[in-house]
């Protein structure tokens, strides 16, 4: 079964640090990567995706991701973070053409103004 | 713009008590799941339906039923709610098309507390 760790449960950065989410899945097969969010008190929301093509993956307000095959890794990361990046974020994957969709436990972040 | 709404963003039920929390979304989405979140385990897959009458069972079905007898509308039923059902619920549709994946998206969530 796919499984997938996020290596860190509480992060709390300052403004303008650069911040870096690890996430590390189990399959070996093609899977589609996906970086949740969820700022407080709203709904969920998708960040950013990756199914194929340059393993670099650009999302909204300025987070990437990395794909790297053969680390099983796909880590978020944002170069200054900012007080409104506070949230919980959540690395999901789903293998092959499913679309079920398999959660990491989340990172709360934390921004300091 | 997808709207995924739950009938409920607080509930609070007595232990044996059944509890319905309800789903509906309106843009004629063929997928739709509900999840369970809890603190340092994510979301968990409870049940999923890609058509109407028809359900699957996720990750985490036990002490829990499912409904769709409409498109728009997925209900999640707890036929005897007990305390370690106390959650937040996530809802969640997608449209079925032939695309690797199709974006998931989510309601506001109905956090239950069990008494």
């Known amino acids: 079964a796919q499984s997938v760790s996020q290596h860190n449960h509480h992060v709390i950065l300052s403004e303008a640090a650069s911040l870096e989410l690890g996430c590390n899945y189990s399959?070996?097969?093609?899977?589609?990567l996906f970086w949740y969010v969820q700022y407080p008190g709203q709904h969920l929301q998708l960040l950013l995706k990756?199914?194929?093509?340059?393993?670099l993956v650009k999302g909204i307000k300025g987070f990437e991701a990395e794909f790297i095959k053969s680390k099983f890794s796909f880590n978020l990361r944002k170069p200054s973070v900012q007080w409104s990046d506070t949230a919980e974020y959540f690395c999901?994957?789903?293998?092959?053409?499913?679309?079920?969709?398999?959660f990491g436990a989340g990172t709360i972040l934390r921004v300091k103004s | 713009d997808v709207k995924v709404t739950q009938s409920s963003r607080y509930l609070v039920k007595r232990t044996g008590e059944k509890v319905f929390l309800e789903c509906v979304q309106d843009?004629?989405?063929?997928?739709m799941f509900w999840y369970r979140q809890d603190p340092g385990l994510g979301l968990r897959l409870i049940y999923f339906?890609?058509?109407?009458?028809?359900?699957e069972k996720g990750d985490i079905p036990e002490g829990y039923s499912v409904s769709r007898e409409k498109k728009e509308r997925f209900s999640l039923i707890l036929e005897s709610a007990s305390t370690n059902q106390t959650s937040m619920y996530l809802c969640?549709?997608?449209?079925?098309?032939?695309?690797?994946?199709?974006?998931?998206?989510f309601g506001p969530g109905t956090r239950l507390t069990v008494l």
């Open positions: 969640a549709s997608s449209p079925f098309t032939r695309a690797p994946y199709n974006e998931q998206f």
């Open positions: 399959y070996g097969g093609t899977v589609n």
């Open positions: 990756y199914f194929s093509g340059d393993p």
């Open positions: 999901a994957v789903t293998a092959g053409y499913g679309n079920k969709l398999v």
């Open positions: 843009m004629d989405h063929e997928n």
């Open positions: 339906s890609y058509d109407v009458k028809m359900k």
